[in-house]
């Protein structure tokens, strides 16, 4: 049995799920042996064009659709896919492919690199904000609320939402500068029943895991709860580990 998914752009031609599995490069993310088999990620070039081809032999969830098993692949195709419609940035989906056999599940999952975005983190540790001014990083802040309210207004729930999984990358020149966000690492993201629910979860894990302040972090869940139209006293209080 064998499931796919195909997004191709003129750059790319259609291929079976084994021509891509050959496409093979260096590995970012050595792979991980948990849920049942490996996981891991490889830096691949195709017509010159940047790709990160996520790899997996086994490696499955299981939930009440699919109490046997499906590759985890497939549930950050299904985020990626209800992310971008929520208007989040995502990467975008260049191939991905299920294969179950005798000797159980093969996946793939290839996306575009995101061209000019860098972890949060390390923007931060690069002086980032002190380079360009109080006033970009409050927008920078905005953005970072509202990319997070997108994705919670539409119910989905990130799931590991730590502050490297967040990128940003400032475009634009002199006094038209723009901070962009982007979010990664959808492996575990899944629809949950409410929004709240969604917004609970990842704000609170987020804030365990942040670099912020008190203040800068009053400043975002402003943001957030504009973008979201509802408050939650919960997360003003919410503090670092």
């Not at 010159?48 to 996520?54: E, F, G, R």
């Not at 995101?114 to 802040?141: K, T």
């Not at 490297?164 to 634009?172: D, E, P, T």
């Not at 969604?198 to 895991?209: E, F, G, V």
Request: charged share 20%.
């Amino acid at each position: 049995m064998t499931v796919a998914f195909s997004n191709v752009s003129s750059l790319f031609s259609p291929a079976n799920l084994e021509s891509w599995w050959q496409i093979q490069g260096e590995w970012v993310e050595e792979p991980n042996d948990r849920r049942g088999g490996h996981s891991g990620v490889q830096r691949i070039w195709k017509d010159d064009t940047l790709l990160y081809a996520k790899r997996q032999t086994g490696h499955i969830h299981r939930s009440l659709l699919h109490p046997f098993g499906r590759p985890t692949v497939l549930r950050e195709r299904d985020a990626l896919l209800g992310a971008r419609k929520a208007g989040v940035t995502v990467p975008e989906i260049i191939y991905c492919a299920a294969e179950h056999n005798a000797q159980g599940w093969r996946a793939l999952l290839v996306t575009k690199a995101l061209d000019g975005f860098q972890p949060i983190d390390e923007w931060y540790a690069g002086n980032g904000r002190e380079r360009y001014g109080e006033a970009l990083h409050q927008q920078l802040l905005q953005k970072v609320a509202q990319s997070l309210a997108s994705l919670h207004t539409a119910r989905w729930q990130h799931g590991c939402l730590y502050i490297k999984h967040i990128f940003v990358r400032i475009s634009g020149e002199g006094q038209t500068l723009t901070p962009e966000v982007a979010l990664l690492d959808l492996e575990k993201c899944r629809r949950r029943l409410t929004s709240k629910q969604a917004a609970l979860h990842d704000m609170l894990q987020l804030r365990r895991h942040s670099p912020w302040d008190q203040a800068d972090w009053q400043s975002l869940i402003g943001h957030y709860q504009r973008a979201m139209g509802r408050n939650f006293k919960t997360l003003y209080n919410a503090t670092t580990r």
